[in-house]
């Protein structure tokens, strides 16, 4: 394979060096492109631009792959914890017993927020959506730790605060939302026991954690872990690359997730099944309208995604879970039924098999959610949770390698000069 890559412009040829990654993907290094040949490069969404070289994820979208630190999806959703995960996605090797028993026992040991973290809170309108406080309080963090903002300090205690105080503040907005008292952490609890607790204990009865929905909600977080350089990744690396500290470049990463486009649609997927019950749960005609979305506009959220192109490995995994935790739970939910017919039409439908719209990992994950008694509006905080770990790692990372303050360029298609007109001659 030839080692660089040859551009004629302007009657004159140039080298650019090649990469190859250790998956074999290869890139032309074009770091010195507008030096040498005065152009820059035009590529709307990045879809064929690496913004860094990186250690941490690899997908494959053609093959359908998704390996973290060389792990498969498959493997670490079946055999490991979500700490087990977190740990590896952000130090880069499985841990050790020792290792992980610190490790999670530091988080346990920080899962309580500061009481003037809720005053932040109480400001909140009680039907606030839980991602706008979770960024904002994510934010708040770096006033609370203030030396989160020193670049030279250890991002490890910033890294257990994040990881133990997430999953507290995030369940925040759930209770008050219902009128219910927050519950605090249990330091007796693991991680997504301990989050169970908090999203649905009452003071009035005893709670129990069923093991089912624990077992369901690990393998959630963890395919939701981290997915290479996707939007939100993207971002935190961004804020990240101008040393802003951490919480804020995580805060900056929640917001990103929010929207309908990215993490968002996890939420969007059930007021989408819901609306199609609301008028009749007659899956065939949103099926017909989705074919004719021109004209009807309507837009099917949960299939298809911008990297796989045959199917989203994580959807495969979550689909079994989906209908072993259904059954399990005995869950009889005309939603998920509509959900079923979707899915039904999707692998079937020669409309959708054609354009690759498959249920994607946003499909299912929004069904198991709602199966777990987890309100709509917290489907992308919950999404928020799986991804942090990731967004620790690629910020770390991007730390790690120095990579410098990110700064795109842009093509000028605005006025050219012309003289100021004051506004009596307007
Ligand atoms: C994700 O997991 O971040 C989503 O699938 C979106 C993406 O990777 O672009």
């Given at each position: 394979?030839?080692?660089?890559?040859?551009?004629?412009?302007?009657?004159?040829?140039?080298?650019?060096?090649?990469?190859?990654?250790?998956?074999?993907?290869?890139?032309?290094?074009?770091?010195?492109?507008?030096?040498?040949?005065?152009?820059?490069?035009?590529?709307?969404?990045?879809?064929?631009?690496?913004?860094?070289?990186?250690?941490?994820?690899?997908?494959?979208?053609?093959?359908?792959?998704?390996?973290?630190?060389g792990?498969s999806i498959?493997?670490?959703?079946?055999?490991?914890?979500?700490?087990?995960?977190?740990?590896?996605?952000?130090?880069?090797?499985?841990?050790?017993?020792?290792?992980?028993?610190?490790?999670?026992?530091?988080?346990?040991?920080?899962?309580l927020?500061?009481?003037?973290?809720?005053?932040?809170?109480?400001?909140?309108?009680?039907?606030?959506?839980?991602?706008?406080?979770?960024?904002?309080?994510?934010?708040?963090?770096?006033?609370?730790?203030?030396?989160?903002?020193?670049?030279?300090?250890?991002?490890?205690g910033?890294?257990?605060?994040?990881?133990?105080?997430?999953?507290?503040?995030?369940?925040?907005?759930?209770?008050?939302?219902?009128?219910?008292?927050?519950?605090?952490?249990?330091?007796?609890?693991?991680?997504?026991?301990?989050?169970?607790?908090?999203?649905?204990?009452?003071?009035?009865?005893?709670?129990?954690?069923?093991?089912?929905?624990?077992?369901?909600?690990?393998v959630?977080?963890?395919?939701?872990?981290?997915?290479?350089?996707?939007?939100?990744?993207?971002?935190v690396?961004?804020?990240?690359?101008?040393?802003?500290?951490?919480?804020?470049?995580?805060?900056?990463?929640?917001?990103?997730?929010?929207?309908p486009?990215?993490?968002?649609?996890?939420?969007?997927?059930?007021?989408?099944?819901?609306?199609?019950?609301?008028?009749?749960?007659?899956?065939?005609?949103?099926?017909?309208?989705?074919?004719?979305?021109?004209?009807?506009?309507?837009?099917?959220?949960g299939?298809?995604?911008?990297?796989?192109?045959?199917?989203?490995?994580?959807?495969?995994?979550?689909?079994?879970?989906?209908?072993?935790?259904?059954?399990k739970?005995?869950?009889?939910?005309?939603?998920?039924?509509i959900?079923?017919?979707?899915?039904?039409?999707?692998?079937?439908?020669?409309?959708?098999?054609?354009?690759?719209?498959?249920?994607?990992?946003?499909?299912?994950?929004?069904?198991?959610?709602?199966?777990?008694?987890?309100?709509?509006?917290?489907?992308?905080?919950?999404?928020?949770i799986?991804r942090?770990?990731?967004?620790?790692?690629?910020?770390?990372?991007?730390?790690?390698?120095?990579?410098?303050?990110?700064?795109?360029?842009?093509?000028?298609?605005?006025?050219?000069?012309?003289?100021?007109?004051?506004?009596?001659?307007?």
């Amino acid at each position: 394979m030839a080692n660089t890559a040859e551009l004629t412009v302007d009657g004159k040829s140039y080298e650019f060096p090649i990469f190859e990654g250790t998956e074999h993907e290869k890139a032309f290094d074009i770091s010195n492109l507008r030096d040498q040949t005065g152009y820059v490069t035009l590529d709307r969404g990045y879809k064929n631009t690496g913004a860094t070289k990186s250690a941490i994820t690899f997908l494959d979208g053609e093959q359908g792959i998704l390996q973290y630190r060389g792990y498969s999806i498959e493997e670490l959703a079946a055999k490991a914890s979500f700490l087990e995960v977190a740990y590896l996605l952000i130090y880069g090797e499985l841990p050790t017993k020792e290792q992980y028993s610190t490790f999670e026992d530091s988080i346990r040991r920080h899962t309580l927020v500061n009481e003037d973290m809720r005053k932040i809170f109480d400001g909140f309108p009680v039907n606030a959506h839980p991602m706008s406080v979770l960024s904002s309080l994510v934010s708040a963090m770096s006033a609370f730790y203030p030396d989160s903002q020193d670049e030279k300090s250890d991002p490890d205690g910033h890294i257990i605060r994040l990881l133990a105080k997430l999953p507290t503040i995030a369940t925040w907005s759930y209770k008050r939302s219902l009128g219910h008292p927050v519950n605090y952490p249990k330091n007796n609890l693991d991680y997504i026991s301990n989050f169970l607790n908090m999203m649905f204990a009452l003071p009035v009865e005893e709670y129990k954690v069923d093991p089912v929905v624990a077992e369901a909600l690990n393998v959630l977080l963890i395919l939701h872990a981290d997915h290479e350089q996707n939007c939100s990744t993207s971002t935190v690396r961004l804020v990240g690359s101008s040393q802003a500290n951490l919480y804020s470049s995580i805060s900056a990463g929640i917001s990103a997730l929010w929207g309908p486009l990215h993490g968002g649609a996890n939420q969007e997927v059930i007021e989408m099944l819901e609306a199609i019950k609301a008028d009749g749960g007659d899956v065939g005609k949103y099926v017909d309208m989705a074919k004719n979305a021109k004209t009807t506009g309507f837009r099917l959220f949960g299939f298809g995604h911008r990297v796989y192109k045959n199917f989203d490995p994580r959807a495969r995994i979550i689909k079994k879970a989906a209908d072993d935790v259904l059954g399990k739970l005995g869950v009889n939910d005309p939603v998920l039924e509509i959900a079923k017919g979707l899915e039904e039409a999707a692998l079937h439908d020669e409309y959708f098999i054609q354009r690759k719209l498959y249920p994607n990992v946003d499909f299912y994950s929004g069904i198991i959610y709602r199966a777990l008694g987890i309100p709509t509006n917290m489907f992308t905080v919950m999404f928020a949770i799986g991804r942090l770990p990731g967004w620790i790692a690629q910020w770390k990372e991007m730390r790690e390698q120095k990579e410098p303050i990110g700064r795109p360029r842009q093509i000028y298609t605005g006025a050219t000069l012309r003289k100021f007109v004051s506004i009596e001659n307007r």
